[in-house]
DNA sequence: TGTTTGTTTAACAGCGTTGTTAAACCCTAG
DNA sequence: CTAGGGTTTAACAACGCTGTTAAACAAACA
């Protein structure tokens, strides 16, 4: 009987898409009640609010893109292993949720309020990370496996590399024609470069 | 006589401001007309609409963005020099315009038309850049001084270095607490980390 | 059966923003 | 001195979007 979702989840689905096309600010209540299906007034007898309902959806999606940088650390296995095994967990993440980073950003730097309300997500999450890549670093430097290097730097570089080639996606991809196959050969390609590039700064 | 500025431009420089703060969605007209220091009727008397006042900034801003992107082949000199060269150039480039790439790029995804529109400034910039990074390369591949590497892997890398670090900067800050001194700091282990990472990758 | 819960319809109030207008004003170049 | 362009004032029309409301309706359920 419970085949089909409730309402209340399906409005939440549309709202995702919308807010993570339009962001926050060009997104309309009335093209998501549209969206799902269902009346504009049902929307707000819902969520009342456009702030409620986009918070719903903005919690669930900071959370989401924390967790995905828990992945960069991995498990238990030598050293250049991990980052290698991280940086692709992390980068198949981003590739399945390419809309996620910018979001994100956007909204936390247009919001000052809602960044404040983020940061007790994100500081531990990010001080969780940068320890556990502490004493990795520092047991492989000692074992002469590779060079030093700041944790929050090697944090910034897999970021960096992982992100970026989505952010600009949208306009790269209009400005060169590519084709569906292609992009997914160059994904792989940028894949590759990524991890690449990350062991090439960390090798002695 | 003409030691102040014309009204227009005064007017055009709140308008920068105010768009790359806010955005276009988000921006006012009337905030605009305010930080120019003057009547908000005068502002549609010089510019008529919104729209029109917004694309004046925002071509300038491609503009410059695209330019910024040239510095990265920077003049003859050995292969790796220019490299370094060009990344530092960028680096500093995007350092006193930390919210030029957001911003841009933003505003390219929010608005089809404008991508449309911007689709031929665009494009030349980076045919060139690639060709000639394309030559470089192959002489050095050649003469053995670096790797080999797609030329467009190489402008991704080096372009996801150089700007995360600031798109992510207004976010990472509040997480983060650090002093103006610190900061300062920062960047410049951070354009050190960025030359020594893409060196390494090229680097035999 | 009647009650409740979810849903639609349709209309509307309120708000903030953009863009317009008319009138008066001020400065300065001719 | 005066004519014209730049500027202000103040008021307002128009618009789109959010959020509300009342009434009717459907379906599950007691």
Chains 1, 2 share one sequence.
Do not use: W
């Amino acid at each position: 009987m419970k085949e089909e979702q409730k309402t209340e989840q399906i409005i939440l689905d549309a709202a995702e898409i919308e807010f993570l096309d339009k962001g926050f600010a060009l997104a309309k209540t009335t093209e998501i009640a549209a969206r799902a299906g269902v009346n504009h007034a049902l929307l707000h007898y819902y969520f009342r609010t456009k702030e409620n309902l986009f918070e719903k959806v903005f919690e669930l999606k900071v959370r989401e893109l924390s967790e995905s940088l828990q992945v960069i650390i991995g498990k238990d296995s030598p050293f250049m292993d991990r980052v290698k095994g991280g940086i692709e967990a992390h980068f198949d993440f981003i590739a399945s949720n390419p809309k996620l980073p910018h979001f994100i950003f956007n909204e936390l730097i247009q919001n000052p309020r809602r960044l404040e309300k983020c940061k007790p997500m994100i500081a531990p999450v990010l001080a969780a990370i940068y320890n556990t890549m502490k004493i990795g670093i520092a047991k492989s430097v000692k074992e002469g496996i590779i060079r030093d290097i700041d944790p929050m730097h090697l944090m910034y570089d897999i970021v960096s590399m992982n992100v970026v080639v989505f952010v600009m996606q949208p306009v790269i991809g209009e400005v060169i024609e590519v084709e569906g196959k292609q992009y997914a050969d160059f994904l792989k390609q940028r894949k590759a470069e990524n991890v690449e590039t990350i062991l090439s700064r960390l090798r002695v």
